[in-house]
């Protein structure tokens, strides 16, 4: 129980000193030269080679544009939302948002040691169908908390919102979100609906069950998207997509 709590804290004392302390550079990739934290957690040592999530890595490379703007739902520590500052350059802005007390800690921290990222704006927040507080879970690493309804044994609360609302109080147009959020895909979407009919940005979607994929196509065709695996295999048999919209 202890370790999985120790999955939601952010770090003080000396915790948070080495984890200033103890870090390294991405020696390849899109990402070559970020500097990171390697008490981060995740996929370090793919980080470090710049070889993190490699496909989904180059679709972002290959959709972001300078001066887009993007909304990263489920930040973790920052891979994605670094890269886009990258991408949409000092024109553009990303929005990166965390629900994960530890993750946010991180990921601030990258943003604040490595350069050229104020372009991003990073919010503690859990993002769901309506505002309020819920839960959040602890999962088996950093990258699988999730928000759970009722209560958990392993959980912070956590305030959440609807992107609607967040994108209006920004008075955001943003041109692509990506959502990876452990298994709260539906509630995320159902919580964009006027974003997504309004603005009609390109996601990066990861689903997380069959069940939930298949939700979550339903609810976006509806809307006037279609899909493409990010790995350029079949759509029937992965579960990261590219979701356009037809117009």
């Keep these: 129980m202890k370790n999985k709590r120790n999955l939601l804290n952010a770090p003080t004392g000396l915790s948070a000193f080495f984890a200033k302390l103890l870090t390294v550079r991405t020696k390849d990739g899109p990402m070559k030269g970020g500097r990171w934290s390697l008490k981060a957690g995740g996929k370090i040592f793919r980080v470090i080679q710049g ?15 300078p001066g887009d703007c993007l909304l990263d739902v489920g930040a973790h520590v920052g891979w994605y939302s670094l890269l ?16 994960n007390p530890r993750n946010y800690w991180y990921l601030n921290r990258h943003i604040q040691i490595n350069a050229d990222t104020d372009n991003i704006d990073a919010i503690h927040l859990g993002v769901a169908d309506q505002k309020g507080v819920l839960q959040f879970e602890a999962g088996t690493g950093t990258g699988t908390g999730h928000l759970a309804e009722g209560d958990a044994e392993d959980a912070v609360q956590v305030a959440t919102d609807r992107l609607d609302n967040l994108i209006a109080d920004r008075q955001w147009e943003p041109t692509h979100i990506k959502i990876d959020v452990e298994g709260a895909e539906v509630m995320v979407l159902k919580g964009a609906e006027q974003v997504l009919k309004s603005h009609k940005p390109l996601l990066f979607l990861s689903t997380h069950g069959e069940t939930i994929k298949q939700d979550c196509m339903a609810f976006l065709s509806e809307l006037g998207y279609q899909f493409e695996t990010m790995a350029g295999k079949a759509v029937t048999t992965e579960k990261d997509f590219i979701c356009r919209h037809l117009s």
């Design 84 to 99: 886009s500052s990258r991408l949409v350059g000092s024109q553009g802005k990303v929005l990166a948002v965390e629900a």
């Design 51 to 65: 070889r993190y999530e490699v496909d989904q890595t180059q679709a972002f490379v290959k959709e972001v544009k």
